[in-house]
């Protein structure tokens, strides 16, 4: 007989591991914008002035976070990643980051994770976002096993942290790691799963001969990790990434910078909006990040056949 596992959602494991915060740190606030703030009222009893809920007010949420970040409190921020990121993002630029003051936004939705509300809480331009204001942490965890120790750390820290979480998660915890951990090793290429894309990369590459890494931790990027593995393998590089397609493209250049190499990026789409509800599973098949349309991407590319600079998809 089989014992059934009860998984815990990772905004669930998010709320507890803050809860549970708040009861040891003096000095941790939370601030919500009505997202989740039900989940904190017994904590809001206890704390009322570390756990505030500032009402669909989200450039007012961030300025406060910079305020009790001055203060010296240690503000994590959450709600929608696009209210947190996209609607607010002059504060982040300015309260947060030209202030050169700490805090840790913790978003949910991802790039489609919620399709019944619409395009207005979708946010795949998240990371691309925050690429422009220097000095984020980003941390993209595919398994619920790992918000708990990233969330922890960042609150014991002081700089800037973006936690993204998601609904979609892959089967097993892979061991953290500040840099790329490798699950595979080959000789045709290598091909970078980051967060909730681990399974259907792994499904996707099942039978090539290519070198597979995975992280959750995308910014700062491990550029010594991913130079390694090039060295090791062939400089064939694919990077699939669970938002806007080519965020990391930046980052692959600079790690390979004299590094003659090919690369192939996938993520959500630029070229076109998708505007339909479906699944999350329909809109992985549209961008190409299912486990059948990135195998046939990537096996074209490693063989010859496709030279990386047209999108898949």
């Given at each position: 007989m089989t014992t059934q596992v009860t998984r815990k959602l990772m905004r669930v494991v998010f709320i507890d591991t803050v809860a549970e915060a708040l009861a040891t740190n003096a000095k941790l606030a939370v601030l919500t914008a009505d997202i989740s703030s039900p989940f904190f009222n017994e904590a809001r009893a206890r704390y009322p002035e570390r756990v505030i809920n500032v009402g669909i007010r989200e450039q007012a949420m961030i300025g406060l976070a910079g305020g009790l970040s001055l203060a010296g409190y240690r503000p994590v921020v959450h709600t929608y990643a696009p209210f947190l990121v996209e609607r607010p993002f002059e504060q982040i630029k300015v309260s947060l980051g030209h202030q050169d003051l700490g805090a840790v936004l913790v978003g949910i939705g991802s790039s489609y994770d919620d399709l019944p509300r619409g395009r207005t809480h979708q946010s795949p331009g998240d990371v691309a976002l925050l690429d422009t204001v220097p000095g984020w942490t980003v941390h993209v965890?595919?398994?619920?096993?790992?918000?708990?120790?990233?969330?922890?750390?960042?609150?014991?820290?002081?700089?800037?942290?973006?936690?993204?979480?998601?609904?979609?998660?892959?089967?097993?915890?892979?061991?953290?790691?500040?840099?790329?951990?490798?699950?595979?090793?080959?000789?045709?290429?290598?091909?970078?799963?980051?967060?909730?894309?681990?399974?259907?990369?792994?499904?996707?590459?099942?039978?090539?001969?290519?070198?597979?890494?995975?992280?959750?931790?995308?910014?700062?990027?491990?550029?010594?990790?991913?130079?390694?593995?090039?060295?090791?393998?062939?400089?064939?590089?694919?990077?699939?990434?669970?938002?806007?397609?080519?965020?990391?493209?930046?980052?692959?250049?600079?790690?390979?910078?004299?590094?003659?190499?090919?690369?192939?990026?996938?993520?959500?789409?630029?070229?076109?909006?998708?505007?339909?509800?479906?699944?999350?599973?329909?809109?992985?098949?549209?961008?190409?990040?299912?486990?059948?349309?990135?195998?046939?991407?990537?096996?074209?590319?490693?063989?010859?056949?496709?030279?990386?600079?047209?999108?898949?998809?």
């Open positions: 965890p595919g398994h619920e096993n790992e918000v708990e120790p990233l969330l922890r750390k960042a609150i014991a820290g002081d700089g800037r942290v973006y936690l993204r979480l998601s609904d979609k998660v892959h089967s097993e915890a892979i061991p953290l790691s500040d840099g790329f951990t490798v699950l595979r090793r080959g000789s045709a290429g290598v091909v970078v799963a980051v967060g909730p894309v681990l399974a259907d990369v792994l499904a996707a590459t099942s039978t090539m001969d290519a070198t597979v890494l995975y992280t959750s931790t995308v910014r700062p990027f491990d550029h010594a990790g991913l130079r390694a593995a090039v060295v090791a393998s062939t400089p064939n590089v694919v990077m699939v990434e669970p938002y806007l397609r080519g965020t990391s493209a930046h980052e692959v250049a600079e790690a390979l910078g004299d590094v003659p190499h090919r690369l192939r990026s996938h993520g959500v789409r630029r070229d076109q909006e998708v505007r339909a509800y479906g699944s999350a599973a329909d809109h992985d098949r549209l961008h190409g990040l299912d486990a059948a349309s990135l195998a046939e991407s990537i096996a074209g590319f490693f063989d010859g056949r496709s030279d990386g600079r047209e999108n898949a998809g």
